[in-house]
Nanobody
Framework: QVQLVESGGGLVQPGGSLRLSCQVS????????MAWYRQAPGKERELVAD???????NYADFVQGRFTISRDNAKDTVSLQMNSLKPEDTAVYYC???????????WGQGTQVTVSS
């Protein structure tokens, strides 16, 4: 059974920081590109950042150097460090895994991030 379990969301003031984590099980973690997506109310889900098994990263333009994605292939975890958070970062954040060997994708259940004073 494939599971992607996110944690670390919550309420934070503008300018604050949060660290999201995703624990993965049931797949060969090293054979998947890991990513974080987000979906705000009334908007489409969008890519925040992704990272290959080798550590190559890609970020959405709106991140602007504020977020850092990382992964631990020994612990099957992927994290997203978010700094200088803005109200427009408010969304449900989803962990995503895409197989590099098959046409398979997996989603976590999401974790709410709310940036508000």
């Amino acid at each position: 059974q494939v599971q992607l379990v996110e944690s670390g969301g919550g309420l934070v003031q503008p300018g604050g920081s949060l660290r999201l984590s995703c624990q993965v099980s049931g797949i060969r973690f090293s054979l998947h590109i890991m990513a974080w997506y987000r979906q705000a109310p009334g908007k489409e889900r969008e890519l925040v950042a992704d990272i290959t098994s080798g550590g190559r990263t890609n970020y959405a333009d709106f991140v602007q150097g504020r977020f850092t994605i990382s992964r631990d292939n020994a612990k099957d975890t992927v994290s997203l460090q978010m700094n200088s958070l803005k109200p427009e970062d408010t969304a449900v954040y989803y962990c995503h895994a895409q197989s590099t060997t098959k046409s398979l994708k997996y989603w976590g259940q999401g974790t709410q991030v709310t940036v508000s004073s």
